[in-house]
């Protein structure tokens, strides 16, 4: 009976042995806060932490102001721009093995920074109903199978499809696996699409490369017409000795921005690899008239590039008049993009 007593005094919980979960917290920040009272250093230790948490604050805040001029820096920070949030707990953990109250304060800026520019893509903003699914696809052109691609996309329940990056070779195969569910299709060049709805108004759509990566086609789905563009804007490189190299595709979306402006449809949407995000300032020829619908209603950042670690969406559905209801990636298909894909309703008059 003593010997019992005493172990329950020791472990001072009925003998159980087990320390409650909300005492075994308490001591873990015991333990990582503890000495901060009394301590005048917190305020001058971490200033360099701080001040890069300032700094990234800056850069976020005014990443428009960040020139072009030397290796197109702007874009390719603002290419991915919301990856600049991961510093933030790193600075974090700085911050607190330092014990530097003054790091943690400043810290609050890029936090709040971050969240007002990302915050809303954290949300769930699907929602049910429109007239129109459409789903677009870089296929890679050294996909092994190209076949099982074009399955997997048709399989999305998609009315219309747009695949980007295609070659002269396997236009047959997407076309033998594709057509028993899209009656109606046209290959401009590179670039194609696939409907079941009626197709009008084709043609090649000039982005200045001397061939054909765009297109644009009218269809006339139940709810009315709808004009489809489909894109595949010239790669960008990282290069040591140039930086980050657009120039070509930053000229071929200022023609596509003006291709779009002259279309007289009401409802218009853009599918395709554009090769940059709705941050990237070199695109406000296309993003300044057109809506994302990944942005307006979609579940998360949609990053579509590449397949194996997504980290940026360059694969992109944009909508002039349409109304945006859903947005999602679609799986990894033998591609190094995954497929995206959006549900809109088409408006009429006004």
Known sequence: MAQQQAYMTETDNGGSGREPRGDRLRRLF?????????????????????????????????????????????????TFLPWLGVFIPVLLLVAVVRKSATALIALLLPALVWLNLFGGQLSDKTATGG??????????????????????????????VALEELTAAAVPTYERALDSTYPYHSVQGTVGVWSRYPLTGVRAVDIDLGWTRAMRATVTAPAGQVAVYVAHLPSVRVKMEAGFTARQRDRSADFLGEAIADEPLRNVVLLGDLNGTMNDRALNAVTSQMRSA?????????????????????????????????????PQTGSDHLPVAARVSVTTGG
């Open 131 to 160: 007239d129109l699914t459409v789903a677009t696809h870089n296929v890679n052109a050294d996909n092994p199978d190209p076949a099982g691609t074009a399955r997997d996309v048709a399989a999305s329940g998609a009315d219309v």
């Open 294 to 330: 990944q942005g307006a209603a979609g579940n998360g950042f949609g990053f579509s590039w590449p397949a194996s670690f997504p980290m940026a969406r360059i694969d992109q559905i944009m909508v002039r008049g349409l109304k945006p209801e859903s947005s999602w990636t679609l």
């Open 30 to 78: 015991d333990r990582l806060l503890g000495g901060w009272s009394g301590d005048r250093g917190i305020w001058r230790r971490g200033v360099f932490v701080a001040g890069c948490a300032v700094l990234l604050a800056v850069v976020m805040v005014l990443h428009s102001r960040i020139p072009n001029t030397i290796g197109n820096l702007g874009s390719l920070v603002e």
